[in-house]
């Protein structure tokens, strides 16, 4: 560590702690401001700076977002003399993890609103910055990148201030790039952020705002404390189940993991106690002392819920068992990943699995491909149904194969409040999109004067279906995208299936509502229908509710698969040619009596269908 | 002789034979090709291994080409020893091999029978080109011992020969045919191409009946293949000319087979008919997987087992037997279940059929399932031969993948 006179952890004085995260869209500079300030506060030099050291994951560095958070404690000498402790709190950047989010807000006193003084606010930077506002954190507007040409500081500003509600000149203008403004926005973290407060003398009570898996230490939890001292070797209860494990080490990140003997009020670090599953060290959680520890656990907490469905399938069946280990070792670090075994007739044996949303989906769907060598078939996601019988039963469904057919009363589908941002000129576009995805407009504002905010209610099952992309291509790419979860609503709902040959091909039925059964249906065959190869027979497809076709197409019998000439020097590639095709044969699912390769299936699960890749 | 090398190991140069094929030669009849690599132009759906004048310059001369496939035929009689084998068939392909002289062709059937001797009804064919026989020339073929004769016809609609870039005018074949009955030509064969694009079914309506009215006891007709790396494919793929439409094609087919049997001629394989006793013996031998030596660059030869293909190229070919080497290339020692799947790939083709009694259970439940989508006669069962119904023929391949081992 840089500054050896620095306060220690476990007797700082909270009056000089200042806990902090920075809210900020992807590509607005949020790693690079990170990583100047680990330099200008001498916690890393720049030879050993790694850009964007705080990302760790590739995945993550890749895509430019940041997955898990991190706690860095940065001693920082501050205008006054005063040498301050700087816990700067990273948050995850992405509407999946809105609850992980929430709990790393709630571990801070203020944030950095971060802007590109480019681009302006996004749509998932306005949800995140609503969030912080509600936690009562100090919020500190800053323009970032104000050295490049496209920069328009004035226009941001006055839009940024609009929003907070402050005075456009006491929005910071920094370049996160060339360091520029980075020392001034310290001290004005410093000054404007308050001290952390809490009672030393009260049982402990720490915040659990992340955890990791590690290979070699087991999961790494980090925590903010509220009250009291956490201690290294005493026994931790963890409130929300009672589970009790020793405190193997406590320590801070800074910014590679130091031990110290403590963390006591304010403080932010991690700890270790040997369990191997961050189940057992859940986000949003209360620690307390084992012995006299606190008997009121700190608010907030809630149990990861699976949002979004999906079945994974190894393109090769004789994957599964690789498939199922890999999926045990993902869940180590993700306390929000669940997943069952399922078999489907047209892809084999396979786990339906549950997601906080469409990110977290794909990135546990890459991980599995990239870090485990898989090859994978994705069914088309789905969310979680609440089916009423006419009985009153009540039925969940997180698999469209699994929906009842018949004496429904009601169908229930969870609705998400949604924030769109979007220059002006596309307002009527996106009000066209959300109305045909049957959102309900709540509320509209000029963020500036052609910048404007859309809040909808829409089902979260129009967003899973590729709402995200149509969005993008409706506004040129300029509109973004934020949503949460608000709770559910009755809907009309149907399953519609696909029928080959008569059989119902269970990968390909869907949940939607009635008024788009027959598009839905329409859609599927047709495409089914260009590529499923001709079969000896005619092979009707049809799209049914229940027992009504509400769709038909219809693959012709092929007629002609004969070489014409077959003579002696025919007859060798013949026969190789003829071996090829049988072992291409054996790689064929039947659906009944119909042959259908693997590449339709796969075809007909994604393409346009993709899942929405919010940015 | 289609164009795609095949993948082999090497062949020794002496051109010996594996020691159980050596022995087995003999317990099958045994037949020779040979090829004669020339044409005066190429057509351009063609994929066979000829070339023209042009394309060959001085490496390779036309007129030393005789002498090349008579050493060859004398490699054959050492490598096959003196075992008394008289051929059944004998069969010149191309190309064109009518573009030689017929003091050529007269001299290589020669010394085919010479070295192996000649069955006394033995079946000796030439394909030919029309344009490139007259009466006199047909007159030598037949006093050098040639029985058969067969024609590219292919159609009788200008637009559709442009297509096919065919030299000859759409009358020429039908002299010929005349020519070469009156020469005394037991047996005559047209070839038609059909599902070419741009020819409607009025067009190859008028086709057939030239083919049937011609004379000709024998008619090969072929759906259009577009073959990789020829003219045809590469105007296919600039959209210059439309694809081959399988379900056309499977008209056509239709149109031909029902046209030829009222006229008398039935199939005898897929895409061949005759009048009785009008079948083409030498192409059977394919079928029934019996013995051939094939003479000439790129020939394939079968005996008893092991299968081998010559260098492709005339020059190539040239120097290898100048040098007194054997011509071949490569070569493939089948197992026993490749022959199986050979004989039955080959075989459903064939009127005759499969003998149901060689089938497995698991290919006669293939069999009784292709039955029930009508592919296969009902009475094969009681028949004992598995034989293929007009839609069948269409789908042919597809029933041989699911039969083969």
């Known amino acids: 560590m840089a500054n050896s006179s620095a306060p220690k952890p476990g007797s700082t004085d909270p009056s000089v702690i200042r806990n902090f995260c920075i809210i900020a869209h992807i590509?607005?500079?949020?790693?690079?401001?990170?990583?100047?300030?680990?330099?200008?506060?001498?916690?890393?030099?720049?030879?050993?700076?790694?850009a964007q050291y705080l990302d760790r994951m590739d995945i993550e560095r890749e895509r430019?977002?940041?997955?898990?958070?991190?706690?860095?404690?940065?001693?920082?000498?501050?205008?006054?003399?005063?040498?301050y402790i700087l816990n700067l709190i990273d948050t995850p950047g992405h509407v999946d993890f809105t609850y992980e989010v929430s709990r790393s807000l709630a571990a801070c006193e203020g944030a950095i609103l971060l802007v590109d003084a480019a681009q302006g606010i996004e749509a998932q930077t306005l949800a995140n910055l609503y969030l912080a506002l509600e936690n009562d954190l100090q919020v500190i507007p800053v323009l970032n990148k104000i050295d490049l040409p496209a920069a328009q500081p004035e226009k941001y500003a006055a839009e940024l201030a609009h929003i907070i509600g402050c005075d456009p000149a006491d929005v910071l203008k920094v370049s996160a790039k060339t360091g520029v403004g980075v020392g001034e926005l310290l001290n004005e973290v410093v000054?404007?952020?308050?001290?952390?407060?809490?009672?030393?003398?009260?049982?402990?009570?720490?915040?659990?705002?992340?955890?990791?898996?590690?290979?070699?230490?087991?999961?790494?939890?980090?925590?903010?404390?509220?009250?009291?001292?956490?201690?290294?070797?005493?026994?931790?209860?963890?409130?929300?189940?009672?589970?009790?494990?020793?405190?193997?080490?406590?320590?801070?990140?800074?910014?590679?993991?130091?031990?110290?003997?403590?963390?006591?009020?304010?403080?932010?670090?991690?700890?270790?106690?040997?369990?191997?599953?961050?189940?057992?060290?859940?986000?949003?959680?209360?620690?307390?002392?084992?012995?006299?520890?606190?008997?009121?656990?700190?608010?907030?907490?809630?149990?990861?819920?699976?949002?979004?469905?999906?079945?994974?399938?190894?393109?090769?069946?004789?994957?599964?068992?690789?498939?199922?280990?890999?999926?045990?070792?993902?869940?180590?670090?993700?306390?929000?990943?669940?997943?069952?075994?399922?078999?489907?007739?047209?892809?084999?044996?396979?786990?339906?699995c549950g997601f906080l949303g469409l990110l977290h989906l794909e990135i546990v769907r890459e991980r599995l491909e990239r870090e485990f060598n898989l090859d994978l078939i994705s069914t088309a996601p789905n969310v979680v149904y609440r089916v009423t019988m006419d009985d009153r039963s009540e039925l969940i469904v997180t698999n469209p194969s699994e929906f009842p057919s018949g004496k429904i009363a009601e169908v229930n589908e969870p609705i998400v409040r949604a924030t769109i941002l979007a220059p002006s000129?596309?307002?009527?576009?996106?009000?066209?999109?959300?109305?045909?995805?049957?959102?309900?407009?709540?509320?509209?504002?000029?963020?500036?004067?052609?910048?404007?905010?859309?809040?909808?209610?829409?089902?979260?099952?129009?967003?899973?279906?590729?709402?995200?992309?149509?969005?993008?291509?409706?506004?040129?790419?300029?509109?973004?995208?934020?949503?949460?979860?608000?709770?559910?609503?009755?809907s009309d709902l149907v399953k519609v299936d696909i029928l080959l040959h008569g059989d119902a091909v269970d990968a390909f039925s869907a949940i939607v509502h009635k008024d788009k059964a027959y598009a839905y249906g329409v859609h599927m065959a047709g495409k089914l229908k260009d590529l499923i190869p001709r079969q000896q027979f005619e092979v009707p497809i049809q799209a049914a509710i229940g027992a009504r076709v509400i769709a038909r197409e219809s693959i012709r019998a092929i007629r002609k698969d004969v070489l014409a000439k077959c003579y002696g020097g025919d007859i060798s590639r013949k026969r190789k040619l003829l071996e090829k095709q049988k072992e291409g044969k054996k790689r064929m699912k039947m659906v009944g009596r119909v042959e259908v390769p693997q590449e339709a299936f796969i075809a007909a699960l994604s393409t346009d269908e993709s899942p929405a890749k919010p940015k | 002789m289609p164009s795609l090398p095949v993948e082999g190991e090497p062949a020794p140069v002496d051109g010996s034979l594996p020691p159980a094929s050596a022995d087995a030669f003999g317990q099958r009849p045994l037949s020779f090709y040979v090829h004669v690599p020339y044409c005066a132009s190429r057509c351009g759906y063609c994929d066979f291994n000829t070339y023209t004048a042009a394309e060959l310059g001085a490496s390779a001369s036309q007129s030393g080409y005789a002498a090349q496939a008579v050493a060859e035929v004398r490699l054959a009689r050492q490598v096959l020893g003196d075992?008394?084998?008289?051929?059944?068939?004998?069969?010149?392909?191309?190309?064109?091999?009518?573009?030689?002289?017929a003091q050529d062709l007269a001299r290589m059937l020669g010394a085919i029978r010479d070295e192996f001797g000649l069955a006394a009804d033995a079946e000796v064919t030439t394909e030919a080109n029309p344009d490139s026989?007259?009466?006199?020339?047909?007159?030598?073929?037949?006093?050098?011992?040639?029985?058969?004769?067969?024609?590219?016809?292919?159609?009788?609609?200008?637009?559709?020969?442009?297509?096919?870039?065919?030299?000859?005018?759409?009358?020429?074949?039908?002299?010929?045919?005349?020519?070469?009955?009156?020469?005394?030509?037991?047996?005559?064969?047209?070839?038609?191409?059909?599902?070419?694009?741009?020819?409607?079914?009025?067009?190859?309506?008028?086709s057939l009946d030239a083919a049937i009215s011609s004379g000709a006891d024998h008619v090969s007709a072929y759906s259009l293949i577009v073959e990789e790396g020829t003219r045809l494919a590469g105007k296919v793929r600039r959209g210059d000319i439309a694809d081959v439409e399988d379900d056309v094609a499977a008209d056509r087919y239709v149109q031909a087979d029902e046209a030829f049997t009222a006229a008398g001629m039935h199939w005898y394989e897929v895409s061949n008919w005759a009048q009785p006793n009008g079948e083409c013996r030498h192409n059977l031998a394919y079928w029934r997987s019996d013995d051939w030596w094939g003479i000439g660059p790129g020939a394939h030869s079968h005996i008893a087992g092991t299968r081998w293909w010559n260098v492709r190229h005339p020059s190539a070919y040239g120097d290898r037997i100048n040098a007194g080497l054997s011509p071949a290339q490569a070569r493939e020692i089948l197992t026993k279940d490749q022959q199986r799947d050979e004989q039955i790939l080959l075989g459903i083709r064939l009127r005759e059929g499969l003998e149901a009694g060689t089938l497995s259970a698991t290919q006669l439940s293939v069999v009784d399932a292709a039955m029930g989508d009508g592919l296969v006669h009902g009475d094969w069962a009681a028949s004992g031969r598995v034989t293929l119904t007009q839609k069948g023929r269409l789908l042919a391949d597809r029933l041989a993948i699911d039969l083969l081992s």
């Open chain 1, 64 to 83: 430019g977002i940041t997955i898990k958070s991190q706690a860095v404690r940065l001693p920082f000498t501050a205008d006054d003399g005063v040498t």
């Open chain 2, 133 to 206: 026989v007259t009466p006199e020339s047909l007159e030598l073929l037949r006093a050098a011992g040639f029985t058969r004769i067969s024609f590219g016809m292919q159609s009788v609609a200008t637009h559709v020969l442009a297509v096919l870039e065919r030299t000859h005018t759409p009358g020429r074949a039908i002299e010929a045919i005349r020519d070469a009955r009156a020469a005394g030509f037991a047996h005559v064969n047209v070839d038609l191409i059909y599902a070419t694009p741009g020819e409607t079914r009025d067009d190859f309506a008028r």
């Open chain 1, 425 to 490: 000129e596309y307002v009527g576009a996106i009000m066209e999109l959300c109305q045909t995805r049957r959102g309900a407009l709540m509320g509209m504002d000029y963020l500036s004067e052609d910048r404007v905010e859309l809040r909808y209610t829409l089902p979260l099952a129009e967003i899973v279906f590729d709402f995200f992309d149509a969005l993008k291509s409706k506004t040129r790419g300029y509109a973004s995208l934020d949503y949460e979860p608000i709770g559910e609503q009755a």
């Open chain 1, 191 to 352: 000054k404007l952020i308050p001290a952390p407060i809490g009672n030393a003398d009260a049982p402990a009570r720490a915040m659990i705002f992340d955890s990791v898996y590690d290979t070699y230490r087991g999961v790494v939890t980090y925590v903010r404390v509220i009250d009291g001292q956490l201690s290294t070797r005493e026994r931790i209860a963890m409130m929300s189940t009672g589970a009790t494990h020793e405190l193997l080490e406590v320590g801070v990140i800074s910014p590679e993991p130091v031990p110290s003997a403590a963390l006591g009020v304010g403080e932010v670090g991690y700890l270790i106690t040997g369990v191997k599953d961050v189940r057992q060290s859940r986000v949003g959680d209360t620690v307390t002392s084992s012995l006299r520890g606190a008997t009121e656990a700190l608010g907030g907490y809630r149990d990861p819920k699976p949002m979004v469905f999906s079945g994974l399938y190894p393109l090769d069946g004789s994957d599964y068992p690789l498939l199922r280990d890999a999926l045990d070792k993902l869940k180590l670090n993700d306390a929000a990943l669940v997943y069952e075994p399922e078999t489907s007739v047209a892809l084999g044996f396979g786990f339906r």
């Open chain 2, 83 to 101: 075992r008394e084998v008289p051929l059944s068939t004998v069969f010149f392909g191309g190309g064109t091999p009518t573009l030689l002289p």
């Open chain 1, 27 to 50: 590509d607005h500079g949020k790693s690079t401001l990170a990583d100047r300030m680990l330099q200008i506060t001498g916690v890393v030099d720049s030879r050993q700076m790694r």
